[in-house]
């Protein structure tokens, strides 16, 4: 339970900070932060055993993040940009590009291409799901306005 | 507005979107929205490291280009030009009100160095427990987390490459977390990595691939290319750190 706590606080800090770096503005900074809390959290609760993050978990996250920024972007009237690049933060696999980094360096070559791929193929599956949920929500916008008129 | 004002109101809002990293659609349907509210028919087209747009009015064919030496994230901008673009969609504000408006955005308020160095030093200091760091490895992260906000400093004064800055990062953070990993006896890789997360270029890689899957295959590919030079200058310098360090046979 407490290390639960200590994660929800971890990935909280974890999307605030690099939003900083990135110069987000004050309004949204603390929305940002929940929003990168909640796909972290989504990530970890399909297995909790573990924090190197599988390619479904991280899809999961991203799914989450997504949803997340599109519907905080109506609410606050910014881009849904703001709240979904903090959000994928914790999500982005540090983990394996350590690891990747660490074959490298022990001249582990094999080792280290197939870290390689691995950790594109998560950063690819960040961006497909970032992609599925935009195309969701543009496609439920554009119904919405066929019908209304 | 006559027709050339209308197209330097759509350069101008262009140029500072792809400027402060937004996606190419993203600034190719804000220059048309601005022109379609003028009644005007125009074609943009947008790379990243340039803005061509071509407008068909009374005065005949119009065409401006612009070119963008260099790209940073700032989201403040991305979220103000998107109002303003609204705004300009909703009311037609006359020219000057609307360049008004781009001046006050150019000059808002960016955080300030401490407040960036500091937040360089809390992404290091989380990032090393998130990926299963003890206390000692975590607080060593945060100085070279410092460390890298002051090169951040330093280079955004202007360098001629634009690659420089992550070398160096790259390199010092290897340095520094084999100097920690000697001295606290901590594990340096996660020192390391913790620490450059700062300088991982996430944003580009993300914003790359949501390029290719819209069809900008130029700009995706350009800014997916750039992403990856980036991680490989990165591992580039810790790497030559590492195996300067590990040659001495202090590690």
């Known amino acids: 339970m407490v290390l639960f706590l200590e994660y929800v606080g971890l990935s909280f800090l974890g999307s605030i900070a690099p939003a900083i770096v990135l110069n987000i503005e004050k309004r949204p900074l603390v929305w940002a932060g929940l929003g990168g809390m909640l796909g972290f959290l989504t990530a970890l609760i399909l297995n909790p055993q573990s924090l190197a993050f599988s390619i479904s978990q991280i899809f999961a996250g991203t799914l989450v993040v997504g949803t997340y920024s599109e519907i905080m972007a109506k609410r606050l009237k910014a881009p849904a940009t703001v709240f979904a690049i903090p959000g994928i933060f914790p999500l982005v696999p540090g983990i394996t590009a350590y690891k990747t980094i660490q074959a490298l360096a022990g001249n582990q070559t094999r080792e280290a291409t197939s870290l390689a791929i691995e950790t594109i193929s998560k950063a690819f599956s960040i961006a497909f799901g970032m992609m599925l949920v935009t195309a969701l929500f543009r496609a439920i916008r554009k119904a919405r306005k066929g019908i209304k008129p | 507005m006559d027709q050339k004002q209308i197209l330097d109101v759509a350069i101008r809002a262009g140029t500072m979107l792809l400027r402060n990293g937004a996606e190419i659609y993203r600034v190719e349907d804000t220059m048309n929205r601005i022109c379609r509210s003028y009644g005007l028919s125009c074609e943009a087209f947008v790379l990243p490291t340039g803005v061509f747009i071509s407008v068909e009015g009374e005065s005949g064919i119009t065409t401006h280009v612009k070119r963008i030496p260099s790209r940073t994230v700032d989201l403040t901008r991305i979220s103000q030009i998107n109002n303003l673009s609204r705004i300009i969609e909703r009311e037609k504000p006359d020219y000057d009100a609307i360049i008004k408006e781009f001046d006050s955005i150019s000059n808002a308020r960016k955080y300030s160095n401490f407040t960036v160095s500091f937040a360089y030093a809390l992404t290091a200091f ?55 990993a000697l001295l606290f006896r901590v594990n340096p890789y996660l020192v390391i990595i913790g620490a450059v997360t700062n300088l991982v270029p996430g944003v580009a890689l993300t914003n790359g691939i949501r390029d290719l899957l819209h069809g900008d295959s130029v700009s995706g590919l350009t800014r997916l290319g750039e992403a990856i030079m980036m991680v490989l200058v990165i591992a580039a310098g810790t790497g030559i750190a590492l195996a300067f360090w590990n040659a001495g046979g202090l590690i």
């Open chain 2, 126 to 180: 989380v990032y090393v427990l998130l990926f299963g760091g003890s206390l000692m490895e975590s607080l060593s992260a945060v100085i070279v987390g410092v460390f890298l906000g002051f090169l951040r400093i330093l280079f955004t004064k202007g360098s001629s490459f634009p690659f420089i800055e992550y070398f160096v990062g790259g390199f010092a953070s290897g340095i520094l977390g084999s100097v920690f």
